[in-house]
């Protein structure tokens, strides 16, 4: 794909995904890119910067999410609300990643998850062509007994997932030399070495109930607690979507924020700043309310049968255009 048709590509699809929530009655909005509290989130790193005013000096990041902002406004009454932005990760850099990429973000209040995934499943049959029936639905501990017959609900220490890995597949490579990690390393070592290749034959797959510590910002479920009511959308093992029945209990919120910050002091990652306008919407009153984040660049790469995401990035961070 040259140039001009990657330019032209990203427009059709921007319009499309514009038309498909106008037929549907949501309100697109406009939140702030920078921001002063950007999330706890353990494994992102953000961007800081400084704002002056007078004499004060403020530190600032890059958001990498609109949902702290998006929420808020469905804590003053905004019932179904959608975003096209830019978000930054610090370090994510790949043929999967790029530091500053396009965000779709969409809300609906008073609803579930379940009508989420139906958003998703219907415009992403739109915007790519899958048929609307080649979707399917997997737990998380689904894929985890398929590809490596572990219970993950029962494997919540390190301890209790490390045993039953050797019993099973085996310890994923990093954790063969060495003990210094924890449950999220030796999780997301797993995931990546045995459970992703397997998720990778399904096709088109939501991925649903993921374990409740992976969810900060999901509610946890009703009938098993050790899983939150989060979702990820894979596309032949691509990332795609990531959705949640958000979590509206601000005492809870705050908790799990204070978690996350532990946690990166431990690994010796900056504490955040706490989100403390987020907590006081949450305390205004947040509505039941579902929502997910999808990667537009990932979006264009399935739609056009890629497997670089510089291909629709004419400015990406690796890019060396000259004038």
């Not at 958001?63 to 975003?83: D, H, R, V």
Request: charged fraction near 25%.
């Amino acid at each position: 794909m040259d140039f001009h048709e990657s330019l032209r590509a990203r427009a059709d699809l921007n319009q499309t995904i514009r038309r498909f929530f106008v037929q549907r009655n949501f309100l697109e909005v406009e939140t702030p890119i920078l921001v002063r509290s950007p999330g706890t989130d353990v494994f992102i790193d953000v961007f800081e910067t400084s704002f002056q005013s007078a004499n004060l000096f403020e530190k600032h990041y890059l958001q990498t999410s609109p949902e702290f902002a998006m929420k808020a406004l469905l804590a003053e009454g905004c019932k179904q609300i959608y975003q096209i932005t830019k978000a930054f990760r610090n370090g994510e850099t790949s043929n999967r990643h790029n530091p500053e990429f396009t965000i779709l973000e969409w809300y609906r209040a008073d609803e579930n998850l379940d009508v989420i995934i139906e958003d998703v499943r219907q415009l992403v049959s739109l915007t790519c062509e899958i048929p609307v029936d080649a979707f399917s639905k997997v737990t998380m501990n689904e894929l985890f007994l398929a590809s490596c017959q572990i219970d993950i609900r029962d494997s919540q220490t390190k301890n209790t997932l490390k045993a039953a890995l050797e019993k099973g597949v085996g310890l994923p490579s990093f954790a063969k030399s060495n003990n210094s990690y924890d449950w999220n390393d030796l999780f997301f070592h797993t995931l990546v070495e045995y459970v992703e290749p397997y998720l990778k034959s399904l096709g088109s797959v939501f991925v649903v109930e993921w374990p409740t510590r992976l969810a900060v910002l999901a509610q946890k479920n009703e009938e098993d607690p050790r899983v939150a009511d989060r979702f990820e959308l894979y596309i032949d093992g691509l990332e795609i979507a990531n959705g949640f029945q958000e979590l509206t209990h601000p005492g809870e919120q705050r908790k799990r924020f204070e978690e996350d910050n532990q946690e990166r002091g431990r690994l010796g990652k900056p504490k955040m700043p706490m989100p403390e306008k987020f907590l006081h919407a949450l305390e205004k009153g947040l509505p039941k309310s579902a929502g997910v984040a999808v990667g537009v660049d990932r979006l264009l790469m399935v739609s056009k049968n890629s497997e670089n995401i510089n291909d629709f990035l004419p400015f990406a961070y690796k890019s060396e255009i000259k004038p």
